[in-house]
């Protein structure tokens, strides 16, 4: 008889739950069929998202599931002695599982056809009592929430993207593409397509919170930071608000100070409850110099070469460095009766220079100006620290 009937060897009771699993498997398919089918007929329309309706999708939901567990019980059921023994692990996992299902049951079960305890949470028809009970300023739009590499990513793309507009396209359309790409740099932008710089980014934790913030810089003879953007927890933001002039450059520090260079320097922390920095009023800047970011891991993010002459060309691009040696002489020259010239940054063709008793501080009570040299016009942009005074003029 064992070699006729299946599993009659093992007892009847196996039997027995063997048979039941087997049909009972083929309600948990029709009872499903059955949930799917006023599930999606119901929230197919908004007006039909009722309590009466949800009710009824509960009763569908808990035969369902009640068939789930009878199937899996008796196939539990069905197995040998032996069997079970020999793996405890997944009888264990299954008998979980089938707890799980029961804790289910019982909420369902649970469910009635109102829905003053809210067990069907928020639906349509409490947008009225909702939007009277709260003050418009009370309601929050919900945003989406990005994650920081997805965040940092999508700057990284857009400023690609602008940096494959051709040199004079961009150009004789100026007005137009800062005004496309108006959440950029569109100063850097600019001098990218004009002078044909290297742009860079790299990741750097400057609060030592864990959470790194992107850094954007120009690349020429030497790096120089132009842009910091820091992840709030759901996008990144730009961590200064100002600062879309060339001019603008950053200096960071290991132990979490940003100095920002316009027209004069200024010190700066980052408030990583509130996204933004603070301006720190006094900082010792010889203690400063100990805490200098030197990083090598800057990656290219966008290259614009000048393209050589002819076949046999020897055309290089432009040493800026010793451009501004030159006109760091002559501007030695020219103020040689009111203090010493020194350089305090180049990006690309512009190079920033103060005039006044040298000094590591660039806070000095003798400081008279700032200079800023374009190299390739030889215009000069002076700014009297004092009384803020500006005059242009030409080198000869």
Not at 108 to 114: E, H, R, V, Y
Not at 231 to 237: D, H, M, P, R, T
Request: net charge negative; charged share 20%; proline share 2%.
């Amino acid at each position: 008889m064992s070699a006729n009937i299946p599993f009659y060897k093992e007892g009847l009771s196996n039997t027995d739950s063997f048979m039941l699993s087997m049909y009972a498997s083929i309600f948990q398919a029709d009872s499903f069929t059955s949930y799917q089918t006023l599930r999606n007929s119901i929230f197919s329309d908004v007006n039909n998202i009722t309590p009466e309706n949800l009710y009824k999708i509960s009763q569908y939901c808990y035969t369902y599931l009640k068939f789930c567990y009878i199937t899996r019980d008796a196939a539990l059921g069905a197995l040998s002695e032996g069997t079970k023994t020999a793996v405890p692990d997944l009888i264990e996992y299954q008998n979980n599982i089938n707890e799980e299902i029961a804790g289910y049951l019982v909420q369902l079960k649970n469910a009635d056809k109102t829905n003053e305890s809210k067990c069907y949470g928020f639906l349509p028809e409490d947008n009225a009592e909702y939007l009277e009970q709260y003050e418009g300023e009370k309601v929050f739009p919900i945003t989406e929430t990005k994650s920081m590499e997805d965040s940092y990513n999508e700057i990284l793309e857009r400023y690609k993207e602008a940096c494959t507009v051709e040199d004079n396209e961009w150009l004789d359309n100026l007005e137009l593409y800062n005004s496309k790409y108006s959440d950029l740099h569109t100063a850097i932008l600019k001098y990218y397509h004009e002078l044909q710089c290297t742009l860079l980014y790299t990741y750097y934790d400057i609060d030592n919170n864990g959470i790194p913030e992107l850094l954007l810089a120009s690349g020429g003879s030497e790096v120089v930071c132009f842009d910091i953007y820091i992840y709030n927890g759901k996008s990144a933001v730009k961590l200064f608000e100002s600062g879309q002039s060339l001019y603008t450059s950053y200096e960071i520090y290991t132990n979490g100070i940003i100095a920002q260079y316009q027209d004069d320097v200024s010190y700066y922390e980052i408030d990583n409850i509130n996204y933004k920095v603070n301006k720190i009023e006094s900082v010792d800047v010889m203690e400063l110099l100990n805490y200098q970011w030197v990083d090598g891991n800057w990656i290219i993010l966008a290259e614009n070469v000048a393209p050589a002459t002819g076949e046999n060309s020897t055309q290089t691009a432009v040493d800026y460095t010793e451009l501004s040696n030159e006109v760091l002489q002559k501007l030695g020259t020219i103020y040689e009766n009111e203090g010493t010239v020194y350089q305090t940054s180049l990006t690309d063709n512009v190079l920033t220079a103060r005039v006044g008793a040298y000094s590591e501080d660039p806070n000095i009570s003798s400081l008279l100006y700032t200079l800023q040299v374009d190299l390739i016009t030889k215009e000069v942009k002076e700014t009297n620290t004092y009384t803020l005074e500006e005059k242009v003029y030409t080198l000869e």
